[in-house]
C-alpha cells in the first residue's frame, strides 16, 4: 500500500537558519504529494502541493519539487522564523479516483530566537 | 468564511457513554472524512464519504459509526467508547473533481477522553 516516510523529529533552529524536512514515499500510480503544517491547538492547514514529476509547490517561503525518481518530496525553507515552529507532515494521494490522503507521521519544528 | 466546523473542541466521557461529535462545512465540498491523530502514530482515517449515503470504512474504523444524511454535516458516533479512542480527531472535507487535485480543509479537532 501507499505510505509516506518523513524524517523523525524534533528539529530545533535558530531565526534565519535553513529548514530541510526530508519526504520520500511509495505509492502505486501517480501520486499527488502534499505538505501540511499544524501549528499549536489548530488543525491542519495545507502548506503547498505538487501533481506531478518536477512540478515545484511553494507557499509562504516553503519549497518543495517532486522528484519522481528519488520519490522524494522534501520541504525547504530559506530562512525561517519564530512563527514558523509547528508540526509539519508530508501525505500523498495515490490518484486514478483515490482521495484518501496518506500522511507521514509529522515532523516537529521548533525555531529558536 | 469557507471552513470546517466541529464540535465540540473537547469532552471527556465515561467508558460506553455513547457520544457524537459534529462535522459541517459550507463549502459543498463532496468529500469528507475523520481522521485520529496520536502520538507517534500520525494521522489515520477511520471513516470517509464520497458524497450523500456513500460512506466507506478507511484504515481504522473499529469502534465508530458515521452518516452523511445531508452534504454538509458528516458525523462521528461512538456507540460504546472505550479508553484506547481517547484521541485527537479531525473531520476534513474536499472537492471531487475529474483529473483535479484538491487539498483537504480540515476542521479545528476535536479532543477526546474516555475514562
Known amino acids: 500500500g501507499d505510505s509516506v516516510t518523513q524524517m523523525e523529529g524534533p528539529v530545533t533552529l535558530s531565526e534565519e537558519a535553513f529548514l530541510t524536512i526530508n519526504c520520500t514515499y511509495t505509492a502505486t500510480g501517480y501520486p499527488s504529494l502534499f505538505w501540511y503544517v499544524q501549528y499549536p491547538g489548530e488543525g491542519l492547514q495545507l502548506l503547498l502541493k505538487a501533481t506531478k514529476a518536477d512540478d515545484k509547490g511553494s507557499n509562504k517561503g516553503f519549497e518543495a519539487t517532486y522528484r519522481k525518481e528519488t520519490t522524494s518530496f522534501h520541504l525547504e525553507k530559506g530562512s525561517v522564523q519564530v512563527s514558523d515552529s509547528a508540526v509539519y507532515f508530508c501525505a500523498l494521494t495515490s490518484g486514478a479516483g483515490s482521495y484518501q490522503l496518506t500522511f507521514g507521521k509529522g515532523t516537529k519544528l521548533s525555531v529558536i530566537p | 468564511e469557507a471552513q470546517v466546523t466541529q464540535n465540540p473542541r473537547y469532552l471527556i466521557t465515561v467508558t460506553g457513554k455513547k457520544l457524537t461529535v459534529t462535522c459541517s462545512q459550507n463549502?459543498?465540498?463532496?468529500?469528507m472524512s475523520w481522521y485520529r491523530q496520536d502520538p507517534g502514530l500520525g494521522l489515520r482515517q477511520i471513516y470517509y464519504?464520497?458524497?450523500?449515503?456513500?460512506?466507506d470504512k478507511g484504515d481504522v474504523p473499529e469502534g465508530y459509526k458515521v452518516s452523511r444524511k445531508e452534504k454538509r454535516n458528516f458525523p462521528l458516533i461512538l456507540e460504546s467508547p472505550s479508553p484506547n479512542q481517547t484521541s485527537l480527531y479531525f473531520c476534513?472535507?474536499?472537492?471531487?473533481?475529474?483529473?483535479?487535485?484538491?487539498?483537504?480543509?480540515f476542521g479545528s479537532g476535536t479532543r477526546l477522553t474516555v475514562v
Open positions: 464519504s464520497m458524497n450523500v449515503e456513500v460512506t
Open positions: 463549502m459543498n465540498h463532496e468529500y
Open positions: 476534513a472535507s474536499s472537492r471531487i473533481r475529474w483529473q483535479e487535485v484538491h487539498g483537504y480543509t
